[in-house]
């Protein structure tokens, strides 16, 4: 019985020792990531950082603090700030940072984390203080670079670099955001007046230019067909001149042909119908004298005594 509670203590004994020695070892040797520094302590004093890869302690003797060199983000909570108009705004953002000298960030600073929060919503206040309602809302980028100057020259003592602030979501007073929503839709309103507007003004020149157009062609036309009808007019004319001179050329080329006893009787029947007429004066043609030249010819003529001489 003796020898097995020996054998139990023995066992917890070496048990004890194993995870001595385990922690001995472990404090000993550290494996350091890329993105990671140690900030040695000896004796309560700071001998520099080491990392990464392997680094081997002196136990008992030397400390060490871990830094991560990777960028971080803070979240810094809705903020109420003044502006420089008396408007009174809830504002959050975020705040990206990174170590850039990992012993001045152990040395200097306890805890960066709420220091620069502290820091952050002081630095709002005053910058939100500087400017109106208006540019506060339209200036997103100019306070966002504003806050990091500012957090940078704080944070730089500490080796910490702030190399983002980003403002998420401003919140103006419901009064304010009633009057903005008023704004918008009587921007809306405007903006859809002038597009109708325009679309009028488009259609009436459509139409106007379509009318232009339809008269222009309408003219044209009518142009087209007086000058058709003209030059039609002029074709009928000459094909009627034309007519005319071709009857005269073949009445005149058939009277060349026709002798004198046939012109003696043409003019015999003329002097016929001219004795049935009541007229008491005649004319003749000086041709017909030479017509006569072989003889003489009694016509009676209506006189008053009842006679007609030749």
Known sequence: ???????????????????????????????????????IFRLGRCIGEKGPGLVILLP?????????LREQFMEVPQQTAITKDNAPISVDFLIYWKVVDPQRSVLQVG?????SQGIATTTLRAVIGDITLDDVLA?????????????DEVTERWGVKVTAVEIREIIPPRDVQEAMNRQLSAERTRRALIIEADGKR??????????????????????????LEAEGQKMA???????FRTALEEIYAAAK????????????????????SPSTKYIFPLEFTSLLKGGSLSISAGAPDGEKKA
Do not use: H
Not at 203 to 226: D, R
């Open 139 to 151: 200036q997103r980028e100019r306070i966002n670079t504003v806050l990091r100057t500012k957090l």
């Open 111 to 115: 805890n960066f984390a709420a220091a």
């Open 202 to 227: 488009e259609s009436a020149i459509a139409i106007a230019q379509g009318e232009k157009q339809a008269a222009i062609l309408k003219a044209e036309g009518l142009k087209q067909s007086t000058i």
């Open 1 to 39: 019985m003796d020898a097995i509670f020996s054998l139990i203590v023995l066992g917890f004994l070496a048990l004890v020792v194993l995870f001595v020695v385990l922690g001995v070892f472990g404090s000993i040797i550290r494996i350091v990531r890329d993105y990671e520094r140690l900030v």
């Open 60 to 68: 008992f003797i030397d400390t060490a603090v871990k830094v991560d």
């Open 257 to 276: 042909g026709v002798d004198t006893n046939t012109m003696t009787l043409q003019y015999l029947d003329a002097l016929k119908a001219l004795g049935a």
């Open 237 to 243: 004319q000459a094909l009627r001149a034309e007519g």
